[in-house]
């Protein structure tokens, strides 16, 4: 059974960062090209940023600049690391594999941007 934790949302003020991380089990994260996807209120879940298994990366065009994900492989850890965030970017964050998500999503960590 395939299982994602998402952590290190919260409340922040435009311009802030934040960094969030994905643990996943067995060796999911080193396996397949993963991605962070994110949700807003009455909105699809989208796909925001994605790592491949040789480390190249890519992003929707709203992020490019802001966001990086990377990867840490001996902790077994993503991470999306996010700075200059805007109110636009208030979201419930997932990550998952990035082609083919698993069905069974984590429970994702919320992030707001607010004044």
């Known amino acids: 059974q395939v299982q994602l934790v998402e952590s290190g949302g919260g409340l922040v003020q435009p311009g802030e960062s934040l960094r969030l991380s994905c643990t996943a089990s067995?060796?999911?994260?080193?396996?397949?090209?993963m991605a962070w996807y994110r949700q807003a209120p009455g909105k699809q879940r989208e796909l925001v940023a994605r790592?491949?298994?040789?480390?190249?990366?890519n992003y929707v065009d709203s992020v490019k600049g802001r966001f990086t994900i990377s990867r840490d492989n001996a902790k077994n850890t993503m991470y999306l690391q996010m700075n200059n965030l805007k109110p636009e970017d208030t979201a419930v964050y997932y990550c998952?594999?990035?082609?083919?998500?698993?069905?069974?999503w984590g429970q994702g960590t919320q992030v707001t941007v607010s004044s």
């Open positions: 790592i491949f298994q040789n480390s190249i990366t």
């Open positions: 998952n594999r990035a082609i083919a998500p698993f069905d069974n």
């Open positions: 067995g060796n999911i994260l080193r396996t397949y090209a």
